[in-house]
């Protein structure tokens, strides 16, 4: 699981069967007795009377996938944890869907809870990933995380 | 030594392109970015992050790759 | 969505589409920035030599119920938070299946990783719900929250 | 006054039934708790909790509802 840089990008919104396929495939793993799932949903935020409709993500993804990989080593050897899985979204997202769905799965829900903060806490320093939130006036700004 | 820079997020409005080639000889990253800031002033308030081989750089690292990323601050998420 | 007395308990295991239908109902909700979902699994645990291969979920439902809400109605006065939903298995729960789902929403990520911690140490320290873990020879014990 | 004492979990196989009543007058939860540890010895080490009207009791609540729920530590979730 730990091994090999994985590809955390899809395009568009996430789907929430995508969430409940993930779900189900750790129903065969019994040792795992708690999860923890962090999920990103673009608002529709309003800024000086316009409002946002949607995100366009663009990445500098290969990077972005090293990054994920190192940042989910390092949380393997930091946490008792038996699986996380990262995913982002690349294009566009509206407004109300979801842009990003990090899952961390362990024996006890103490790790999950300290893992999957501060994997989504690293995602959002570390990563190369850049929003730009498209308003229902065809005009733009770019996203800041804080 | 030709060096391939691309931008990223706001950048690439702010440049008015996505990458461009620069030929540099043995330079740092701190060097590199002075560099940009004469060319592009309008880059001086953003905090810009220099990769190399998909890694942040530290200030006084030698550039060595042929392919540099410049970036913006990151909004993933 | 704080007023009413909900009912928490779902019987049996608690299926994936459950979790994603819940998800997709709050694609609606665009105020929405951050979802972060809390799910118990039953473990295989071994015990001298047998294994757990279900846990039989019995409640005071109608107090379960109440003390729930109580921990919601408190929950939303101290985080701000959009929404939060609680269920729970009752009855057999097989290894690999998820009995307990909770699910906090709010406009940021910081109220929602610490409504969730909270909330799910909560039900654990204060809900009348009893489990039997049940082992593959037929003998069984009683499950312990520490 | 007729109370209804409901039992949970371990508690309906350590005292072989899920129910009973219980004839008392204006007694404490402390003194309905001696009162069951005396009936039920095996109960002594359990920490047992007293709820009436659907709230866990303090010890020196007198006890008003004719239904009392008994119950082992709980272990929901």
Known sequence: MKDTVKNIFIEGGISPEKI???????QSKTEIGAHDIFLGQVRADKVQGKTVRAIDFTAQTEMANEICHQIKEATFKKYPITCMHIYHSLGKVLAGEICIFVFVSAAHREAVFKALQEVVD?????????GKELFDDSTHQWKENN | MKVKLRYYGKLVER?????????????TVRELLSILEKKYPQLKQLSIKIAQNNRITNIDETITSSKIDVFPPFSGG
């Open chain 1, 122 to 130: 690293e995602i959002k320093a570390n990563v190369p990933i850049f």
């Open chain 2, 15 to 27: 440049i008015g392109k996505s990458d461009e080639i620069l030929l540099v000889d043995d330079i």
């Open chain 1, 20 to 26: 409940s396929n993930s779900i189900l495939s750790h």
